[in-house]
């Protein structure tokens, strides 16, 4: 029997909600950089999100680049990119986190509600992040592993109507009044999971989530003021940057690319 709903959450994205970039950004040079992909796979997902972004695309077209998105990652060593994530966490979050998101994480927390990071970037990325933080869950895509690698497939993909569903299943199990939990997000891929809670806001957001927050009188908030990390948590000494964080940033290109077909399809609708 599921525990009484006596308790609240809030609810986080982590692309532009917590941090300043999109991860794309902050992780596709030192992919190229550290070796693990090539110059032209570099181009072909910039040049594809682009594509997906401005001219929109149909489903087989997504797929197709959601699986070569995936395919990067097959046969890595997850015990290594594990490591390695660990070891240079701070050369790719510092200094891009929202200094409003941290002191509104400590707020949460202060209150008493737990805070839950719902990111659709790779788990190996967005659980250290989370830890960091002081995250009380972590809810993100998985890689499929067989033999201690990587298959290049997904074994869950957390985005969209996915996120709301992650959050109904985890309030179920630990026990949190939704009407009484808050949602942020800067983009309307998340409106499912904003929906889901009593206290949505939007955070930075794009124009079509900008329209359903002022249609609904939700709450937008301006977060402004990067800081690095280090600076407000303890964090590793620093180490040489290797491409480790592909996981988490390949998917955060995926993110992006489902993203942009999602607010060509709202445009067009």
């Known amino acids: 029997m599921p525990p009484a709903a006596d308790r609240s959450a809030a609810f986080f994205d982590l692309d532009k909600t917590i941090i300043a970039k999109s991860s794309v950004l902050a992780f596709s040079k030192p992919f190229q950089a550290g070796g693990l992909i090539s110059r032209r796979a570099v181009l072909r997902s910039a040049y594809a999100q682009f594509v997906f972004m401005v001219g929109g695309a149909d489903h087989d077209q997504v797929e197709r680049m959601r699986q070569f998105m995936s395919s990067l990652c097959a046969g890595w060593d997850v015990a290594t990119v594990r490591e390695i994530v660990a070891e240079t966490l701070h050369n790719v979050v510092d200094p891009i986190v929202y200094d409003e998101a941290v002191e509104l994480i400590a707020e949460h927390r202060a209150a008493g509600r737990?805070?839950?990071?719902?990111?659709?970037?790779?788990?190996?990325?967005?659980?250290?992040?989370?830890?960091?933080?002081?995250?009380?869950?972590?809810?993100?895509?998985?890689?499929?592993?067989?033999?201690?690698?990587?298959?290049?497939?997904?074994?869950?993909?957390?985005?969209?109507?996915?996120?709301?569903?992650?959050?109904?299943?985890?309030?179920?199990?630990?026990?949190?009044?939704?009407?009484?939990?808050?949602?942020?997000?800067?983009?309307?891929?998340?409106?499912?999971?904003?929906?889901?809670?009593?206290?949505?806001?939007?955070?930075?957001?794009?124009?079509?989530?900008?329209?359903?927050?002022?249609?609904?009188?939700?709450?937008?908030?301006?977060?402004?003021?990067?800081?690095?990390?280090?600076?407000?948590?303890?964090?590793?000494?620093?180490?040489?940057?290797?491409?480790?964080?592909?996981?988490g940033g390949v998917f955060a290109v995926g993110a992006a690319v489902w993203a942009g077909v999602r607010r060509n399809r709202s445009l067009g609708a």
Not at 115 to 132: F, N, R
Not at 186 to 213: C, F, I, Q, Y
């Open 114 to 247: 737990d805070v839950v990071i719902v990111s659709t970037s790779g788990s190996e990325v967005v659980e250290p992040i989370g830890a960091l933080l002081g995250a009380n869950e972590v809810v993100a895509t998985r890689l499929e592993i067989e033999d201690g690698r990587y298959t290049g497939g997904i074994e869950y993909y957390a985005f969209a109507e996915e996120k709301a569903t992650a959050i109904r299943a985890l309030a179920e199990r630990r026990g949190y009044d939704l009407e009484a939990s808050y949602g942020y997000s800067d983009s309307v891929t998340d409106v499912p999971m904003l929906e889901a809670v009593g206290h949505p806001h939007a955070v930075n957001p794009d124009k079509e989530l900008r329209k359903v927050a002022e249609g609904n009188e939700w709450p937008v908030l301006d977060f402004n003021k990067p800081v690095a990390l280090r600076s407000r948590v303890p964090l590793p000494p620093p180490k040489p940057t290797l491409a480790a964080l592909a996981v």
